[in-house]
Each structure stands twice: as C-alpha cells, then as structure tokens.
C-alpha cells in the first residue's frame, strides 16, 4: 500500500481544516473494483501523490473492506451507501467537494485548481 496516506478518522478532517489544511478523502475496499482502478490509474500515481505533497494536502483513506461504522456514518452525511467516495475539503469549502465515482487527474487537478488558493 500506498505509505502516504493516512487512516481516516473522520476529527482529523475538522482537525486539519481547522489548522488550514485541505484534506482529500478516499472511501475504498478491497471488494470494490472501482476504487481499485482509481487508485491504480490516479490516486496512487506518483504525479497525483506529487500534486497532494505540493499543495499540502493531507490524505486519508477510509478502508471499509471490514465494515466500518464510522465509515458508513461518514458516507451517510452526504446521502452515499456505495463506493467509491472521494471529497476534497478545504478551508474555503469545508463542506467538501465530491468528485465522480470513477476518477481521472484532470477532475483531481481541476478541483484542486478551484477550490484551493495558490500557494
């Protein structure tokens, strides 16, 4: 696995927000192809992990092959029962942008152009 992420814990998000971080959350399980393309195509790519380091973003993956209570009470907030989910919260838009189910780098790159400031 990828040792750039983080576990998500979901006072982490409001922790890091809170110290002007943004923060990129990825809902993943073993079970779910989806998220396994998205992580082989984009979110594991060394240029994308390149971009998250850059822009100071913290990134916390959700690993909910096990059910995971707290996983199922983070999607249930934004009205999700299936993965993958992906969100990009960040100071100016703490309530998060949700991104489409199957990820490219473009929609990564475009979201983090929109909603973080330049450094």
Not at 8 to 34: H, M, P, Q, R
Not at 78 to 89: H, R, S, V
Request: charged share 25%; with cysteine; net charge neutral.
């Amino acid at each position: 696995p990828n040792e750039n992420w983080e576990k998500f814990n979901s006072s982490k998000i409001t922790e890091y927000l809170s110290e002007g971080n943004s923060v990129f959350v990825d809902v993943t399980a073993e079970w779910c192809l989806t998220c396994a393309v998205n992580k082989k195509l984009v979110l594991d790519q060394s240029d994308i992990q390149q971009l998250f380091k850059t822009r100071e973003i913290k990134i916390l993956r959700a690993d909910w092959t096990n059910r995971d209570d707290s996983i199922l009470e983070f999607l249930k907030v934004y009205n999700k029962y299936g993965i993958p989910f992906n969100i990009l919260f960040t100071p100016d838009n703490p309530e998060g942008f949700i991104f489409n189910e199957v990820l490219t780098k473009n929609q990564i790159r475009k979201a983090i152009n929109i909603y973080m400031n330049p450094k």
